[in-house]
């Protein structure tokens, strides 16, 4: 039994249009799991298109998980396009927003909550939902940060939104592992990615101060979460729940 093969697993994943997401997704179809990609951003069709052509099962569809019919649409949709089975989801999509605490705007609170913490949380509810309905086993990993562990500067939304994340991952672990369904979190740590192009600039200082303190001593890339979501989407983890993954090259522990 090769407990990492995905084959004939169907899957969701958000956010995947670009990132770290996208880079999840992909791992995922590497190990034979047919994917559904969710994204606001409209290139999630042609990235799907681009998974396709390498030979991979992949369907794209357009959805603002912010808004609550359309995310609950969009898995209905997905659910649909992968045979009306699911087997795993990654709740990945996620927003930043910056400002001083004390200026911090509600609307920039709203959106960020909307979509890194509340989607999370209905998305979550459908994925076990359709679980149970088809009596099987399921995966959900959500994605927390080193800010369910940190506070961080500027971003009193996005620290909430996934210190919220942790506690969800935990809450549902005790009310659904009994019925078979394992609910873990990934928190990515520095990673080079689109949303981090002001940091990752060398002539930024934060750049070396945050080099410096990682003991691997570069930063993570999509293709770094690759093994630890097949992990948890895979019977390796099947015993493994509740728990939050630090993906970070050792930064938490220095």
């Known amino acids: 039994m090769n407990l990492w093969d995905l084959t004939y697993k169907k899957a969701i994943v958000t956010g995947a249009a670009q990132g770290l997401s996208k880079g999840m997704a992909e791992g995922l179809m590497e190990v034979g799991a047919e994917v559904c990609i969710l994204d606001i951003n409209p290139k999630v069709i042609d990235v799907a298109k681009e998974f396709n052509n390498k030979g991979f099962k992949c369907h794209g569809i357009i959805a603002n998980i912010a808004k609550e019919r359309e995310r609950e649409k969009a898995f209905r949709d997905a659910v649909e396009k992968l045979g009306g089975?699911?087997?795993?989801?990654?709740?990945?999509?996620?927003?930043?927003?910056?400002?001083?605490?004390?200026?911090?705007?509600?609307?920039?609170?709203?959106f960020v909550i909307d979509i890194n913490l509340t989607a999370v949380f209905v998305l979550c509810q459908l994925a076990a939902k359709q679980f149970m309905k088809q009596k099987s086993r399921g995966k959900i990993i959500?994605?927390?940060?080193?800010?369910s562990f940190f506070g961080g500067y500027t971003v009193p939304a996005y620290a909430a939104s996934k210190g919220g994340i942790?506690?969800?991952?935990?809450?549902?672990?005790?009310?659904?592992?009994?019925k078979g369904i394992n609910v873990n979190a990934l928190a990515p740590g520095y990673m080079d990615t689109e949303m981090n192009v002001a940091l990752t600039d060398p002539n930024n200082p934060r750049f070396l101060e945050i080099t410096n303190r990682i003991p691997s001593k570069r930063w993570g890339t999509p293709e770094d979460m690759k093994g630890p979501v097949i992990f948890l989407a895979s019977a390796a983890s099947d015993y493994l729940n509740g728990a939050?993954?630090?993906?970070?090259?050792?930064?938490?522990?220095?």
């Open 85 to 110: 089975h699911l087997d795993i989801i990654v709740n990945s999509a996620g927003v930043q927003r910056r400002h001083k605490s004390e200026e911090f705007p509600l609307n920039d609170w709203n």
């Open 142 to 147: 959500n994605i927390a940060s080193m800010l």
């Open 166 to 178: 942790a506690q969800l991952t935990k809450a549902f672990c005790n009310e659904w592992a009994e």
């Open 244 to 254: 939050i993954i630090p993906v970070d090259g050792g930064y938490l522990v220095k």
